[in-house]
């Protein structure tokens, strides 16, 4: 009874209008199995949105190359996922006290989604708060992969994650 809530988490997207810029085909396959889509911020394009919507209730924040969608994303936002608590914003700002400045930032969060960095993040923050940066599906500055994350809630509670290779 109350199956779990999947959730897919996308930032850094950096899809430009007239780009034959993609996702790659293993972010579709995740999407397919989507309940959830969470983006993070640079989507760039309202297209990439209408896109995601396609799969499953998009929700996403404005990221700093989000011009075009100035006034349709907010900067930061909380939303229940399946009962739990998700706190989203694209910069968490620099690293050091990152942890202390998401937990203020969102305090009644179980989870903080985030983007910005393209480093994939899946880990305890502060007092028992989760923490997650999906990293980017097409862009890799310092990464060796292309990523995607995947969230799994059952009945509020976190109960599955992990970031996902979606290219080379």
């Known amino acids: 009874m109350g199956g779990a809530t999947r959730v897919v988490v996308l930032a850094d997207t950096h899809i430009r209008r007239g780009s034959s810029r993609r996702l790659p085909d293993p972010a579709y396959a995740e999407l397919e199995s989507a309940d959830v889509v969470l983006h993070a911020g640079d989507v760039l394009v309202a297209d990439l949105?209408?896109?995601?919507?396609g799969f499953a209730p998009v929700?996403?924040?404005?990221?700093?190359?989000?011009?075009?969608?100035?006034g349709r994303l907010p900067e930061a936002r909380v939303v229940d996922v399946g009962?739990?608590?998700?706190?989203?914003?694209?910069?968490?700002?620099?690293?050091?006290?990152?942890?202390?400045?998401?937990?203020?930032?969102?305090?009644?969060?179980?989870?903080?989604v985030f983007g910005h960095t393209h480093a994939p993040v899946d880990g305890p923050g502060l007092e028992g708060q989760w923490l997650m940066n999906p990293g980017s599906p097409t862009e890799r500055p310092a990464q060796p992969r292309h990523t995607v994350g995947s969230l799994e809630v059952r009945a509020g509670r976190l109960v599955g994650h992990g970031i996902v290779t979606v290219g080379p």
Do not use: Q
Not at 49 to 53: C, F, K, Q, T, Y
Not at 59 to 70: H, I, K, P, Q, R
Not at 87 to 99: K, L, N, S
């Open 49 to 53: 949105l209408d896109e995601l919507e």
């Open 59 to 70: 929700f996403a924040v404005l990221g700093n190359n989000d011009s075009e969608l100035v």
């Open 83 to 112: 009962g739990l608590s998700v706190g989203m914003v694209h910069d968490p700002g620099p690293r050091a006290g990152r942890e202390a400045r998401l937990r203020r930032r969102f305090p009644d969060a179980g989870v903080v």
